[in-house]
């Protein structure tokens, strides 16, 4: 269930409460990226610390290992991995694309989320085919063929007992053209509605009956698309949103792709948008009326050694940078994470520098406490009345930001 | 300082007090490695919550990165990695052998610590050559020159301030013969009272002003120069003692070494023995009179899988073992370490089976809190007037383990 408890004047901004059966998420909230059941370098315990309200885990590589049955065999996911708040899983329907058009376009979702990231290099053949019927995969593990309709990725998602589940989807890329992102996105809806039959036939199955199919947003960057995919998808009735898909070329274009989107969808259902992180990419968004956020790239910046901040152009530091081996300052004076609350830059970058498997964690721990505060910010920002952006400028007081 | 508490009827095994300038540590005590100022996978949080109560690092390791002065500018180990508690350092000699005739011979300082441990492979060629004046080793990182002399090694771990540190000495090869062990073992002995000498001409430098010399026993595995070289050492006024070097070609060589070694020793000294940590080597080495223990072992075996037990045969399992798959169960059952208290050993086995980062870190959480769990045992047998063994059999009890 989603309250909204405040609305921003002057921007779509709002902000609510996700009510969940593993408990509540404040939104705008960043729910953290678990991809195969953790937080990379990260236990349980510390996400607990760093006031981590849910997490994000992905339904095509957990069903390759350890497979839904397992998984469902300890309690589903919250049992299994011993996270007992609420999870999110995606469907699959980002690796039609990531395994897909992704690698052979050699391109991300959009072409640069954060400021100097190069786009993806192409990395071979497409290890997807699609039909009327579902995504024929291959596996990562070990290339056997792995197929997924949207029966089986509801009845995988049952298994796994996320709070949130999707529907299987097409994620398209931002080189897919009009005709076949249209042809996509049709196709989309027809499984969507699948997912739909397949959810209620499946009630009971799984350890987690309170379950939520939220539906998904195509289109790509085409506005009439956007539109006609948020009216279908939205008049399906599903409780809550996600924006999927290709989100252009640019910033810009993503942007617009959210206003397009959200103006076609309930005002009283949660929406989310999948795979952006950027700090600007996430205040923006939050004034067009996202709610939450999910992205791998804090956590992956941190294992390459880049730390968020809040205090340095593009919000973002390379803690291998030379200038940092004398430096006794934490990462970001005034950071309440645990990193920074121990541990200067000097030896940080001397962990980084010497590969200790160390800093893979305090790092993480440091760029997920980022996007915790960067939310709660947001927050705090949104409850008193004040524009989205005083997230970056006021001073931080918000006491329920653990 | 050393105070000894109790001693145990039956074997020369005793329960201390060793007092640090950074506090004190219950004996017999384990020694968790942190080779280059971290335990590997773990934070400083995470080693408070074990019940650690002191760390070893490598002179030589921090020597290269970041260097003596470096870390002698952010307060030495304690101030650079957080860890405020008690530190040793060991003086480049182990380097002497595991970059010279360790390489060379293709062995480690006995035949198999753990059993079933292959032993090491030739790794190619010498990168230490030794003179009467120091050790000339390559970086093991660029290939550079470094040169260790007796002097040097003190200059440098005064400016790294561990509580305990240790004289530069050779360690040789369970295959050197009679004729270079003693000569090394002279060599040693010279280098020990230039490093007495360069320890009294060096106070004052450095972070740590508390910090105390011991002296290194060696003598390989032969009786008459084991007796010799503790009694020298002895002799020359060192506050504590390290028993170094090659520990001969099996378990029972070892113990002779240690029964040579600590009949020469004084009674009221503390004794160190480096880099043994196998259960039944403690056991057997604290009967003999041994108080203070580092290996990197448990470490690194967490690293590769394998988890240690008091339940299982060689007090080890292998988690990715196909029989843990779907195992329900934490690691040990009664064991208290933060992993067995949240995790089973079927997401651990998924985790290490899908290559996680998280992993390392929960495997090497229980391995340490083991080692930990294992030495407090040791400690209330003897406290309780039981024989050490009593270590694995006695319910376990101790409130102060934590």
Request: proline share 5%.
């Amino acid at each position: 269930m989603f309250r909204v408890l405040s609305r921003a004047s002057g921007s779509a901004a709002r902000l609510g409460e996700l009510v969940t059966p593993h408990g509540t998420i404040r939104t705008p909230a960043f729910v953290a990226v678990a991809t195969r059941g953790t937080v990379k370098a990260l236990g349980v315990d510390d996400l607990h610390a760093l006031g981590v309200e849910v997490l994000i885990a992905n339904t095509y590589h957990l069903a390759l290992r350890p497979g839904g049955e397992a998984i469902a065999a300890h309690g589903g996911l919250h049992g299994f991995t011993g996270w007992q708040r609420p999870w999110l899983t995606d469907s699959g329907g980002f690796q039609v694309f990531s395994l897909g058009a992704g690698k052979v376009h050699g391109v991300g979702k959009i072409a640069s989320i954060f400021p100097g990231e190069a786009p993806a290099k192409p990395t071979g053949a497409s290890l997807v085919t699609l039909t009327e019927e579902g995504a024929h995969f291959r596996s990562v593990v070990d290339g056997s063929p792995v197929f997924f309709s949207p029966e089986e990725a509801i009845r995988l998602q049952r298994l796994l007992g996320a709070d949130v589940i999707l529907p299987l989807d097409e994620c398209t890329s931002p080189f897919h053209d009009y005709g076949y992102t249209k042809a996509a996105l049709e196709r989309t809806h027809r499984w969507a509605e699948r997912a739909l039959v397949a959810f209620e036939k499946t009630r009971g199955l799984g350890p987690n009956p309170g379950q939520a199919l939220w539906g998904i947003v195509q289109g790509g960057a085409f506005a009439d698309l956007r539109r006609v995919s948020a009216r279908t998808i939205a008049g399906m009735g599903f409780p809550g949103f996600a924006i999927g898909g290709s989100l252009g070329r640019s910033k810009d274009d993503m942007l617009r792709v959210i206003e397009w989107t959200v103006e076609e969808l309930p005002e009283d259902r949660p929406r989310h948008l999948l795979g952006i992180g950027g700090v600007e990419d996430i205040l923006a968004a939050v004034e067009r009326g996202v709610d939450t956020f999910d992205c791998a790239a804090p956590t992956r910046l941190a294992r390459n050694g880049v730390l968020l901040t809040f205090g340095e152009e593009g919000f973002r530091i390379a803690i291998k940078n030379a200038r940092f081996a004398r430096d006794d300052r934490p990462i970001e004076e005034g950071c309440d994470c645990p990193t920074c609350g121990r541990y200067s830059c000097a030896f940080l970058r001397h962990l980084v520098q010497t590969g200790e498997l160390s800093f893979y964690r305090l790092a993480t721990l440091h760029n997920v406490r980022f996007m915790v505060r960067l939310l709660a910010r947001v927050r705090a920002a949104l409850a008193t009345g004040r524009p989205v952006s005083a997230a970056l400028t006021d001073p931080f007081t918000d006491p329920s930001a653990q």
